[in-house]
């Protein structure tokens, strides 16, 4: 599937990724207000010798300042172990977010439940561990997408694809050009034609094993 997405891209001439960029620059250039669904997805991020990265710290601080507006029933951490590393990103998220969270003054007026989703790899495990594990609690599927804003619009396909009704919390406050920013855009328009070849050619087929992955 991937080297039939690289075809793709080439066959379009790298249009469809200029197609994808754009989309995702749309999502992320947006005002958005903090969201009310009742339950709040944190999205992991690989871990560098077991210690969270700025990203990934960035995505907690704005769940913990999202709280000083509205909070959620449920506060899922997703990530599991990756790489070399022996810690669980949702592990080390939550641990993070309790060290902020006492810096604050909003401890003792939190009730919600804590959930760390730690056995995914990737975003669609991410999405996929956390939808079994909320329909095996008699959850709705209404979820606030937590993650970097070059991330939102990727998160939410897949989520929706899954079964999920979704908003955003973007750990930026707002969107700031650079070009570092733009090569995570190109890559995520092409993790994005990735998913959503895959997505094309197993319904095309009919090839149950491969929708089973994306489903």
Same mark, same amino acid.
């Not at 991937?2 to 960029?21: A, I």
């Given at each position: 599937?991937?080297?039939?997405?690289? *075809?793709?891209?080439?066959?379009?001439? +790298?249009?469809? %990724?200029?197609?994808?960029?754009?989309?995702?620059?749309?999502?992320?250039?947006?005002?958005?207000?903090?969201?009310?669904?009742?339950?709040? %997805?944190?999205?992991?991020?690989?871990?560098?010798?077991?210690?969270?990265?700025?990203?990934?710290?960035?995505?907690?601080? !704005? !769940?913990? =300042? !999202? /709280?000083? @507006?509205?909070?959620?029933?449920?506060?899922?951490?997703?990530? +599991?172990? @990756?790489?070399?590393?022996?810690?669980?990103?949702?592990?080390?998220?939550?641990?993070?977010?309790?060290?902020?969270?006492?810096? $604050?003054?909003?401890?003792?007026?939190?009730?919600?439940?804590?959930?760390?989703?730690?056995?995914?790899?990737? $975003?669609?495990?991410? %999405?996929?561990? $956390?939808?079994?594990?909320?329909?095996?609690?008699?959850?709705?599927?209404?979820?606030?997408?937590?993650?970097?804003?070059?991330?939102? /619009?990727?998160?939410?396909?897949? !989520?929706? =694809? %899954?079964?999920?009704?979704?908003?955003?919390?973007?750990?930026?406050?707002?969107?700031?050009?650079?070009?570092?920013? /733009?090569?995570?855009?190109?890559?995520?328009? *092409?993790?994005?034609?990735?998913?959503? $070849?895959?997505? *094309?050619?197993?319904?095309?087929?009919?090839?149950?094993?491969?929708?089973?992955?994306?489903?």
């Amino acid at each position: 599937m991937l080297s039939l997405s690289v *075809f793709g891209v080439l066959l379009s001439g +790298g249009l469809v %990724l200029l197609w994808h960029g754009y989309s995702i620059y749309k999502v992320a250039s947006r005002h958005y207000v903090v969201s009310e669904k009742p339950v709040w %997805l944190l999205f992991g991020l690989a871990l560098k010798e077991n210690e969270s990265q700025p990203e990934y710290r960035q995505r907690i601080e !704005a !769940a913990v =300042n !999202a /709280l000083q @507006t509205v909070q959620p029933k449920m506060l899922v951490f997703q990530g +599991g172990v @990756t790489g070399q590393n022996i810690l669980t990103e949702a592990v080390v998220g939550k641990q993070y977010f309790e060290r902020v969270l006492a810096k $604050t003054t909003l401890g003792k007026t939190l009730d919600f439940e804590i959930i760390l989703e730690d056995r995914s790899r990737n $975003t669609l495990e991410n %999405l996929k561990y $956390t939808r079994d594990f909320l329909q095996s609690q008699n959850q709705p599927l209404e979820s606030a997408l937590i993650t970097n804003r070059y991330h939102l /619009l990727r998160c939410q396909v897949m !989520a929706e =694809n %899954l079964g999920f009704n979704t908003e955003f919390i973007p750990a930026e406050v707002e969107w700031v050009w650079s070009s570092k920013q /733009l090569s995570k855009v190109l890559l995520e328009a *092409f993790f994005l034609h990735w998913y959503q $070849t895959g997505k *094309f050619v197993s319904q095309l087929i009919k090839n149950e094993g491969m929708l089973n992955r994306i489903k």
